[in-house]
């Protein structure tokens, strides 16, 4: 397991935005960012590679909206499989003739060949609160003065297109719809996945229907 964390308050406020979009680059795949408010961004992404996969709790601030083009994908694609788990906000997604939103435990799948239109948005009582350094995931203390209270947290899961050798039409009636977090394997990765979380949410462990705790 290789394991790394990237911030962006570790960089020049003026320099966020376009460190975030290189994270990302890195990270999954080139996407085009544009944010609400560039002022407010403040990101965390803690990247986990297990093999072939890639692991990658992030932490948003702020409004984000990431587009990912055909003149990309025919740059670069990775050739994977994304499943997202929101833990807090909302996130809408659009590829194809299919979109949706989910909210905090529901999940989703999409396709990095195929292009897409993604929003992430915080609770609606988002806001920034002076807030002490305190000790993270890693161990040493968060460089931030200032934390996201109302941010958006989420886990994304990047899988090799090859190692699930379904067929494309059936993958592709899958794309962007909610998959169940309560059945099949939804309840391991609901539980395991605030604890990868740089700050894990504030709003506790998984509730809801479907979810028990022992």
Do not use: N
């Not at 003026?14 to 002022?39: I, N």
């Not at 169940?180 to 609901?190: A, K, L």
């Amino acid at each position: 397991m290789i394991e790394s964390t990237l911030r962006t308050e570790d960089v020049p406020a003026a320099e966020r935005f376009d460190y975030l979009r290189e994270c990302l680059a890195k990270t999954v795949c080139p996407h085009e960012l544009s944010c609400d408010s560039d002022a407010e961004l403040r990101a965390e992404i803690r990247v986990i590679r297990l093999g072939a996969a890639v692991v990658w709790p992030v932490t948003v601030s702020a409004p984000l909206r990431l587009r990912r083009s055909m003149r990309m994908i025919r740059e670069f694609d990775p050739e994977f499989y994304h499943l997202s788990l929101p833990l807090r906000g909302t996130l809408e997604i659009a590829q194809g003739d299919q979109e949706a939103a989910h909210g905090a435990y529901d999940m989703y799948v999409i396709d990095t060949s195929r292009p897409y239109d993604f929003r992430a948005s915080a609770p609606p009582e988002h806001r920034l609160t002076p807030a002490p350094a305190r000790p993270i995931a890693d161990g040493r203390p968060s460089t931030a003065g200032r934390e996201p209270d109302g941010a958006m947290y989420a886990v994304g899961l990047e899988v090799p297109k090859a190692l699930v050798p379904l067929p494309v039409d059936r993958t592709a009636r899958l794309l962007t719809r909610r998959l169940p977090g309560q059945e099949g394997s939804g309840p391991c990765w609901r539980a395991f996945s605030p604890g990868w979380c740089v700050r894990p949410p504030p709003s506790g462990p998984p509730t809801g229907p479907g979810w028990k705790q022992s």
